[in-house]
């Protein structure tokens, strides 16, 4: 007993890099298809990370490194504390500050660029931060539990007790995924309005790092959407390859928003998360008092 | 290794072109040629490309410009002229603004002839750019064994 929360973490630390490259491959194979093209081989996510490490390192400031490294560190702690079903509080703000050193890197080169990149991912952590953590309070009213060891073996369905915030989680999970239509501080894509946002001054195994610390990112919130759905393995894996799919679909059918609509989108979902768990305290007051 | 030639991410500049050979490299992209089926993206920064692909000439206000964007690009790295005007100049070689080719500024790897350049052309000109990218890695990663090998016979020198 003492021992598989271990397991779990190093399963995560080793595994979560190929599974993520793995998914970031089928997504662009699958974004190809839904644009009409054959796209690139499965494993491209994998050659571009291995190209930029054998790029030439150019660092304008070498504190840019540091703060990188960091947040892959933090990215893989709060990755491999959800694995070993850690506390999801502890989990989150592990997760919040891995991206507030990103956003200090960004800012410790001179660029206007990633200036820009950095200031709109600090939009970004204000629009998801709410509805995150509304997703662990509500996981909590349902299983009475902050670990994921325990919400994850729970036999209640929280999805049926927990709609609206697992909506308000998916909106979030677009900003999350750097999809469109909230991949307004850097996005998968090509050109855009800021270059390349706030990876602009990143290069080489410096942006090879950014890279991995997403797969991680990514393997950890489709984690925390099986949580939703815990009760029932299969379909909980049934429900992730679809909400990813959806992910995909929505990233290629809309536009890039501007950053007051992608704030208020944010905000919009926590409303509902809000309101989902005003409801849900309501029924289990009542069901407490036996209805009486 | 060789993951450098499976994933070519390219930097286009338009020089002065007449806009003819932007639109057949934009073409490249399409779910016709479709350049992304060999790791190929389209990246816009600099910083983060390994093929800087210019059309159009060279002309005294942009010279500075793209002197800087090489600068900016991290070793190795290939330059593509597409079409005439980025190899001489082409039809615009006589007006009072234009200097010439790309390579008056920077050093040119491969020319792609045409006016505009065909998306097939240009693919087989990235192509013909790949091993040349390949060459200038493994020339990257020699010297810098040399230079490793160096400095340890340095350090025994210095111990004995």
């Known amino acids: 007993m003492t021992w598989t929360w271990l397991i779990g973490a190093v399963l995560f630390l080793v595994l979560a890099p190929i599974a993520g490259g793995l998914i970031a491959g089928i997504d662009r194979r699958i974004t190809a298809r839904m644009q009409g093209r054959v796209g690139p081989p499965l494993l491209q996510p994998f050659y571009d990370v291995g190209?930029?490490?054998?790029?030439?390192?150019?660092?304008?400031?070498?504190?840019?490194?540091?703060?990188?490294l960091a947040y892959l560190i933090f990215i893989a702690l709060s990755g491999a504390l959800f694995f070993a079903g850690g506390d999801l509080l502890l989990i989150i703000f592990a997760f919040t500050l891995a991206h507030v050193f990103l956003v200090l890197g960004a800012y410790a080169a001179h660029s206007p660029y990633s200036h820009i990149g950095a200031e709109r991912e600090l939009i970004q952590l204000m629009a998801y931060e709410p509805m995150i953590?509304?997703?662990a309070v509500g996981l909590y009213m349902v299983t009475n539990s902050f670990y994921v060891a325990e919400i994850a073996v729970s036999t209640i369905p929280a999805i049926l007790y927990l709609p609206g915030v697992f909506l308000g989680f998916v909106t979030i999970l677009t900003i999350k995924l750097r999809k469109s239509p909230f991949d307004i501080s850097t996005s998968h894509h090509a050109h855009q309005e800021i270059v390349k946002g706030i990876t602009t001054e990143f290069s080489g195994s410096t942006l090879a790092q950014v890279e991995i610390a997403h797969w991680y990112e990514n393997i950890f919130l489709l984690g925390f959407v099986y949580l939703f759905f815990a009760w029932n393995p299969?379909?909980?894996?049934?429900?992730?390859?679809?909400?990813?799919?959806?992910?995909?679909?929505?990233?290629?059918?809309?536009?890039?928003?501007?950053?007051?609509?992608?704030?208020?989108?944010?905000?919009?979902?926590?409303?509902?998360?809000?309101?989902?768990?005003?409801?849900?305290?309501?029924?289990?007051?009542?069901?407490?008092?036996?209805?009486? | 290794m060789a993951f450098l030639k499976r994933s070519p991410w390219i930097l286009h500049y338009d020089g002065s072109s007449c806009n003819g050979c932007d639109i057949e490299v934009l073409a490249c992209l399409t779910p016709l040629y479709d350049v992304e089926r060999f790791g190929m993206i389209n990246t816009g920064n600099p910083k983060h490309a390994d093929?800087?692909?210019?059309?159009?000439?060279?002309?005294?206000?942009?010279?500075?410009?793209?002197?800087?964007?090489?600068e900016q690009?991290?070793?190795?790295?290939?330059?593509?002229?597409?079409?005439?005007?980025?190899?001489?100049?082409?039809?615009?070689?006589?007006?009072?603004?234009?200097?010439?080719?790309?390579?008056?500024?920077?050093?040119?790897?491969?020319?792609?002839?045409?006016?505009?350049?065909?998306?097939?052309?240009?693919?087989?000109?990235?192509?013909?750019?790949?091993?040349?990218?390949?060459?200038?890695?493994?020339?990257?990663?020699?010297?810098?064994?040399?230079?490793?090998?160096?400095?340890?016979?340095?350090?025994?020198?210095?111990?004995?």
């Open chain 1, 51 to 68: 190209k930029l490490f054998e790029k030439e390192s150019v660092v304008v400031t070498t504190a840019q490194n540091f703060y990188v």
């Open chain 1, 133 to 135: 953590i509304l997703a």
């Open chain 1, 234 to 292: 299969v379909i909980g894996i049934v429900a992730v390859a679809v909400t990813y799919l959806a992910e995909i679909f929505i990233d290629n059918a809309t536009a890039r928003v501007r950053w007051q609509a992608a704030l208020k989108s944010g905000w919009l979902a926590a409303v509902l998360g809000i309101v989902n768990l005003a409801i849900l305290a309501y029924i289990l007051a009542y069901m407490m008092t036996g209805g009486a």
């Open chain 2, 51 to 70: 093929v800087l692909l210019i059309t159009g000439g060279i002309n005294t206000q942009n010279r500075e410009v793209v002197k800087n964007i090489y």
């Open chain 2, 73 to 160: 690009m991290p070793e190795p790295k290939v330059v593509i002229a597409v079409g005439v005007c980025a190899a001489t100049g082409g039809i615009f070689r006589e007006c009072y603004n234009i200097v010439g080719g790309i390579d008056k500024v920077i050093p040119v790897d491969v020319y792609v002839p045409g006016c505009a350049a065909r998306p097939e052309q240009i693919i087989d000109g990235v192509v013909t750019a790949l091993s040349i990218l390949e060459e200038k890695r493994a020339k990257m990663a020699g010297a810098a064994q040399t230079k490793e090998e160096a400095r340890h016979e340095e350090q025994a020198g210095e111990s004995t």
